[in-house]
């Protein structure tokens, strides 16, 4: 059971390029959330889903857009990245609203 | 929009000293998570309160929720190296699913 796994690890962007971080549950987990974590601020919510085919606005959404395809998949897209989204990202799931989160790994993303 | 906010930022305490972290929501919450994170690794669930006033224990570790369902704490007593990480509380609004951290309370532990 490999539970919630984020896909890539690290990465080093020039500002301006695009990419696409991976976040992908083997739990059938309705819910689905994306975070950056950032030194003396917490964890702040991006974006995240209630279902598939579902995506909502978190906290700091600007400058992110994701996709809810597939129930398992949540993904993250950056169009233009900017050194202020240098951050270490991560992806959390849940059955529903009031339960247990479960995290990914991380992504450390550092743009230049 | 809903805000929640944890203090303190960091707390240092020598091994065996006791240790509290608080946290505050702008709204009402439906329930209120409390995590785990410690150095180079990724958020691990400690626990949950749902009900008014509700106060639970993990061994060492207290978790007490607010009779307003807005604030909330975690006493750790007796702390020991293997405490040391970030805490974070984690408030759920009922109307919109969010799930909101605050910003953590980071522990260090001398032995």
């Known amino acids: 059971n490999a539970g919630v796994t984020q896909t890539p690890k690290f990465r080093v962007l020039k500002t301006g390029q695009s990419m696409t971080l991976l976040c992908a549950q083997d739990m059938n987990h309705e819910y689905m959330y994306w975070y950056r974590q950032d030194p003396g601020m917490g964890l702040r919510l991006i974006h995240y889903s209630v279902g598939e085919g579902t995506t909502a606005k978190g906290e700091v959404p600007d400058g992110y857009n994701v996709s809810r395809l597939k129930k398992q998949n949540f993904l993250l897209g950056l169009e233009s990245a900017a050194p202020s989204q240098t951050s270490v990202y991560f992806c959390?799931?849940?059955?529903?609203?009031?339960?247990?989160?479960?995290f990914g790994q991380g992504t450390r993303l550092t743009v230049v | 929009g809903q805000q929640v906010m944890q203090i303190p930022q960091y707390q240092h305490v020598q091994e065996g000293e006791d240790f509290t972290t608080y946290c505050n929501s702008s709204?009402?919450?439906?329930?209120i998570q409390w995590y785990k994170q410690r150095p180079g690794g990724h958020p691990v669930f400690l626990i949950q309160l749902v009900k008014s006033g509700e106060v639970k224990k993990q061994k060492r570790l207290t978790f007490q929720f607010g009779e307003a369902k807005k604030n909330s704490s975690l006493h750790i007593t007796a702390t020991q190296t293997t405490d040391v990480g970030t805490y974070f509380c984690a408030g759920r609004s009922s109307n919109t699913g969010k799930l909101i951290f605050g910003q953590g309370t980071t522990l260090q532990v001398k032995p």
């Open positions: 959390a799931s849940n059955i529903q609203g009031s339960t247990e989160a479960f």
């Open positions: 709204t009402t919450l439906s329930n």
